[in-house]
């Protein structure tokens, strides 16, 4: 996809399903991050929602239409992920979809729109806001970053890949917080010092979405 | 000391397929108390469900809290499980599942703990259920007081008090009330019950069989979660009074039972400790209790919401009106506590 | 792995006030339903104890197994348990004291495990009562098919096994049968029951806090007793339905149970291993015992008669015929499983 | 008592004693060795039962006579130790005692009576006989070096040294026993390569027995 400004549906659950790969070969690491502030299995959820996801996606009938590959995906990883990131992901793959369910092909503009309508679901079904230590410390940024790039007129590959930057450094700032809010506050000052989970494997999402548009 | 990089070993087969050999294991050894649906492999239903015009209880979240959640379905308490991965939350589908298949026409509680994904995967049920006409109500069971302090009580993980929420909502619900009196009770016992727990060693999970914590040999964790979630104070090793004091000592602060009132109690283990150290546990509880000059309206003992293996316990104390009293007293027959 | 020299954690103030610590505990939690003697610490009573005219059943033997031996205290089942300190018989004090206490003018039957310790020590009791006029019969549970050969079947040791029959004994007694019927009854259980154990980690007595046995990160001892003797192989770990297979396939070699008879079956965890991985194995026996062609009765998961925090279980099958079925399906309200 | 010949109640009580204290000094390395073959109480068992044993000597009227010391140490022991070791140190002081009954003083060949019905004792209790890997196997050994000394005539200090090595060697010989009957043979060949913890704490008993007399 070197290049390639713009992403059609195949290409899409192609970038799904590098997703899943990341996710999987992080697994261990992400449930470590787990094991410190949470329960331990954020690495194993990611990894059996993901595969969940793509094994909708790949019972579907051609031709795909993102709504279609977002339903389905959002399906199969909730009902196999469990915990607080079956929900999430759900609704990020939904709302997600929902916002660019008439497209054929997603410009930046158009993927813009889906992280970013991705991202209010997450607030909504979560009532999390940002400081929180969640995964929305990750994705608005991410989100930010690639409404900035749309700005200055970037290309897809190098707008995914400021998207990646924001996050990873979102991911980094959740090891200093300890939200008044969320999860995180009930360790107290424990909590620091820790990355959140599901902050970095949003990155590691938006890292591979970079990734798979630059190498193709 | 348990801890660090060693492995540990449990008697499984699969790490994929724990949970569903789980369920075959209690529908074979159980076949006349319970069933499992045959599009739901995931929801574990009472053999009385549905009973036309009773309030149906769905209960849920991850396993490995057995006989937590699944165990609690049956006459007078539970109507049906969603079954969860272990530590992990069911998905929509199968609570959707198991609440139509216990849906009488008098709608349908959910008592869950108070966690991310059980409340957002339980939301997202009751939206659909909500499409199929069916009427639900949520209560989440916030009893832990060591995580979070009393001015966020809402934000407070659901431990071993949810036993005392499903026992009086189940009787209520048996008795014939409807969903928002059964509602009603269920959201009475959770402000009246308030636990706090304690771990010497962790636990592992089947997919990783590496241990969620390390605890030096000198060591415990107070205020401990159920999943092994950190607490509020890692200090070291001290005898069983001291430790049941210092739980007790956060729990009646806040509970502050007057003098000559009625309570019940649980001294739930949390999945590797004898028998024998709960019930020393529950001697210097009890004997506080007594000390203050409060009546012991029931003591419950034993492996009731468990993590896996961890070492260690959690108290319960539970304020009791006439109302929990009759409601606590009413029979129930939980699957898993059908031993004679 | 556990084992080494580590010292393990325990939920007790001092290794000396174990047992009497939990014996508190125990009454305290349960006024209703038991108590000790005054004169005689070490014995706790049925609070129905004694029935004028019914055969008195004691039971009893080392702690450190429960809900083992006193747990079973309770209408139906026993009527008194005399208290060992962990791992260790109670001498004859407190047998003769339980005696006395339970003795309603019709015999009392002991049924104790087959350790040298329990047998002497009960046999010097029942010398004692002699003197006292009181008639006492002994029967010995056998059922560890690993411990001996079955030409050697009589220094068998007792472990899970036991359960059955105190529950068979329990119910001929109040049904009112005499000391020579109910001890036949419960003869006839122990012959027709047979148990294996697994242990996949070791225990530790509150006096040592040393683990007994050192099993290696990828070992399992089939065969183990229930104070962690060693068992008839040390053997790489594997999955659970190989083990269970191992272990059923000496239980039914024996038993032979004919195609189209009853059978009841325990699963019993040895302390440590939680509820998920004892329905696993449930599932597996289960199964293999159906494809056999045999009628499931009852199937008891959990922990029965365990050996502290050691991790592991053990399976017993008894051939049922008419007369223990009914014995078996007879109400019977142990103190240790009144939970609901 | 060095070079004494006759041993009164009160040596005979101060020599209990010293059992007490060697058995409470070596409990861990006792149990060590139940550990290996069984259930890892008997240094605890033993020390419990010494130690109750000795409590309720103490608790007697003066004047003391072997009778009354030996039954009182029975009852004692018994409702204390536990396990196996309870019933036959019971049934070792009760049948001691009762052959000593009538003496004032116990000569080399009243001690040897003593032992000697206590031996028989074990066997009875027990059911077991020489070779199953018991007690018994350093018990009897040290009985006949008692005998043996009396006939040849032998000072008291030196006829329990001699039945100290006996009952050591027999405690030895223990190590190579699989023995058909009795608990050992549980174990198959594992138990081989393993000292009886009953006959090493027995051995240890006679040890005391001939330090106290020859040291004093
Ligand atoms: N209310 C919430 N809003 C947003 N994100 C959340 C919320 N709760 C949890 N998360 C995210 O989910 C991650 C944990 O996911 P996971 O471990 O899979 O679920 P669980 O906490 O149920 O075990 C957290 O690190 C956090 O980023
Ligand atoms: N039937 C018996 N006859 C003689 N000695 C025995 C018998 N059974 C056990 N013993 C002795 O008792 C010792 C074990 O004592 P202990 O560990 O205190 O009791 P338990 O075996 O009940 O735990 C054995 O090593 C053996 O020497
Ligand atoms: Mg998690
Ligand atoms: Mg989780
Ligand atoms: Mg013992
Ligand atoms: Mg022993």
Known sequence: ?216 | MRGGNKMTKKLINDAGTVIDEMLAGIVAAHPRHVRLLDHSPRSLISAGAPRPGKVGIVVGGGSGHEPGFLGYVGRGMADGAAVGNPFASPGPDPIVATTKAVHGGAGVLYIIGNYAGDVMNFEMAAELAELESITTRTVVVTDDVASAPISEAGRRRGVAGAVFVFKAAGAAADMGRDLSGVAQVAEMANASVRTMGVALEPCSLPATLKHNFTLSADELELGIGIHGEPGVERGPMRPADAVADAILDRVLAELDPPPGSDVAVLVNGMGGTPLMELYIVARHVLDRLSRRNLAIHRCLVGNFLTALEMAGCSISVIKLNDELKVLLDYPAEPVLFRDF
Chains 1, 4 share one sequence.
């Open chain 1, 1 to 216: 996809m070197d290049g390639i400004e713009e992403i059609t549906p195949a290409d899409f659950v192609a970038l799904l399903r590098l997703v899943c790969q990341r996710i999987a070969a992080e697994q261990d690491w992400l449930s470590e991050l787990d094991r410190a502030i949470g329960d331990g299995d954020h690495g194993s959820s990611m990894a059996r929602g993901w595969q969940a996801a793509l094994d909708a996606v790949d019972a579907l009938p051609e031709p795909l239409s993102f709504s279609a590959v977002c339903a389905a995906a959002a399906r199969g990883f909730v009902n196999s992920a469990g915990g607080a990131t079956g929900p999430l992901y759900a609704t990020i793959l939904m709302r997600g979809g929902a916002a660019v369910k008439d497209r054929e092909m997603l410009d930046l503009g158009a993927l813009a729109s889906f992280f970013d309508a991705a991202g209010r679901g997450i607030r909504e079904r979560g009532k999390s806001e940002p400081g929180d230590k969640t995964m929305l410390d990750a994705w608005l940024p991410a989100v930010a970053a690639l409404d900035a790039a749309r700005t200055d007129h970037k290309k897809l590959a190098e707008a995914l890949n400021d998207a990646a930057e924001a996050a990873e450094k979102g991911a980094e700032a959740t090891r200093h917080m300890a939200a008044r809010l969320g999860r995180a506050s009930r360790l107290g000052a424990r909590s620091q010092g820790h990355i959140d989970p599901g902050a970095a494997s949003a990155a590691l999402l938006f890292r591979t979405f970079a990734q798979g548009v630059t190498e193709g």
